[in-house]
C-alpha cells in the first residue's frame, strides 16, 4: 500500500525559511514523478512543484520560483521542499502527491493527474 507522510512544516516569521519532507513507503520512486500542492483557506488547491523521478525535470508555480527548490533523496525515498523567502501568502496547508504508475510522464499541475496523496502539513508565515 502506498503511503506518503509530510513533515517539516510549522510557522515562520516572513522572510524566513522551511523544509518540507514527504516519506514515500510501499513503492520506491522509480517511476512517474512527485509533486507538491497547497491549500489555503478558502482556496482551491494549487500546485507549487513537481519532480520526475529520475531528478532531471522539475516544474515551479510562478509564484515560487526562485524561492523553492523541490528535491529528492534516493536512498530515504523521500522528496523535499526547500522553502525560502516565505511570504504570509504562502500560508496554506502543504500536501505531497504523486503518480507512480507510469515510467515516463510529463509533469503537470493539474492535481487529478496525481493519484496518491499525503494528509498535508501546515505552514504559516507571519509578517
Known amino acids: 500500500q502506498v503511503q506518503l507522510v509530510e513533515s517539516g512544516g510549522g510557522l515562520v516569521q516572513a522572510g524566513g525559511s522551511l523544509r518540507l519532507s514527504c516519506a514515500l513507503s510501499?513503492?520506491?520512486?522509480?517511476?512517474?514523478?512527485m509533486a507538491w500542492f497547497r491549500q489555503a483557506p478558502g482556496k482551491e488547491r494549487e500546485f507549487v512543484a513537481a519532480?520526475?523521478?529520475?531528478?532531471?525535470?522539475?516544474k515551479y508555480a510562478g509564484s515560487v520560483k526562485g524561492r523553492f527548490t523541490i528535491s529528492r533523496d534516493n536512498a530515504k525515498n523521500t522528496m523535499y521542499l526547500q522553502m525560502n523567502s516565505l511570504e504570509p501568502d504562502d500560508t496554506a496547508v502543504y500536501y505531497c502527491?504523486?503518480?507512480?504508475?507510469?515510467?515516463?510522464?510529463?509533469?503537470?499541475?493539474?492535481?487529478?493527474?496525481?493519484?496518491?496523496w499525503g494528509q498535508g502539513t501546515q505552514v504559516t508565515v507571519s509578517s
Open positions: 502527491a504523486a503518480r507512480l504508475d507510469q515510467a515516463i510522464v510529463v509533469l503537470t499541475s493539474s492535481r487529478y493527474d496525481y493519484n496518491y
Open positions: 519532480l520526475s523521478w529520475s531528478g532531471i525535470a522539475t
Open positions: 510501499g513503492r520506491t520512486f522509480s517511476r512517474g514523478a
